[in-house]
Structures are given as structure tokens and as C-alpha cells.
Nanobody, 127 residues
Framework: QVHLAESGGVLVHAGVSLRLSCPAS????????MRWFRHAPGKDRQGVAC????????YYADSVKGRFTISRDNAKNTLYLQMNSLKPEDTAMYYC????????????????????WGQGTQVTVSS
């Protein structure tokens, strides 16, 4: 069974850096694109970043471009999100997902996910 275990989220002050990790089990990492999502209270789940199966193509939401970097280590079966210059508006529950969709896909991702949403990891950024 596919399992994604997000970790690394904590409460931090604005302007600092944080790295999230998402080790995966139950799948071969290089068969899937990997994505980070975030979900804040009262808002829809938002796609943050995506990385192709071989790590050669990436996508970022406009709100995080220049500050966040997505990467993957397929040998370790782990996805990462390096977050720099954190802002209060980055506060959310962060989730990772493996999908059979290309990073360019902008529709509903849920039917194309491998596995289900996990528990996520909470990132809280104070002013």
C-alpha cells in the first residue's frame, strides 16, 4: 500500500527557512511525478510545486516562485520542499502526492493520485 509521510513542519518566524520531507513507500518513485500541496483553513487545497519523474522538470505556483525549491531523491524514495523567506501567508497544512499526471496537468488531481491524502505536516509562520 502506498504511504507518504510528510514531516518537517513547525512554527517559525517570517523570513526563516524550513525543509519538508516526504519519504514514500509502496511505490517506485521514478514512475511518478511528485507534488506538494497546501491547505489553509477556509481555502481550497493549492498546488505548490511539482517535479517530474526524473527531476528534470519542475513547476511552482506563482506565490512561491523564487522562494521554494522542490527536489527528489529517487534512490531514497523521498521528496523534499526547501522553503526560504517564509511568509505568514505560507501558513498551511502541507501534503505530498504521487501522481500519474504530468506536472503541466491543471485539472483535478485526485483521480490521478497514487494513494490517498496523508495527515500532512503543519507549517505556521508568524509575523
Amino acid at each position: 500500500q502506498v504511504h507518504l509521510a510528510e514531516s518537517g513542519g513547525v512554527l517559525v518566524h517570517a523570513g526563516v527557512s524550513l525543509r519538508l520531507s516526504c519519504p514514500a513507500s509502496g511505490l517506485i518513485a521514478d514512475n511518478y511525478s511528485m507534488r506538494w500541496f497546501r491547505h489553509a483553513p477556509g481555502k481550497d487545497r493549492q498546488g505548490v510545486a511539482c517535479i517530474s519523474w526524473n527531476g528534470r522538470s519542475t513547476y511552482y505556483a506563482d506565490s512561491v516562485k523564487g522562494r521554494f525549491t522542490i527536489s527528489r531523491d529517487n534512490a531514497k524514495n523521498t521528496l523534499y520542499l526547501q522553503m526560504n523567506s517564509l511568509k505568514p501567508e505560507d501558513t498551511a497544512m502541507y501534503y505530498c502526492a504521487a501522481t500519474v499526471a504530468e506536472c503541466s496537468y491543471i485539472g483535478n488531481i485526485r483521480p490521478l493520485m497514487v494513494g490517498d491524502w496523508g495527515q500532512g505536516t503543519q507549517v505556521t509562520v508568524s509575523s
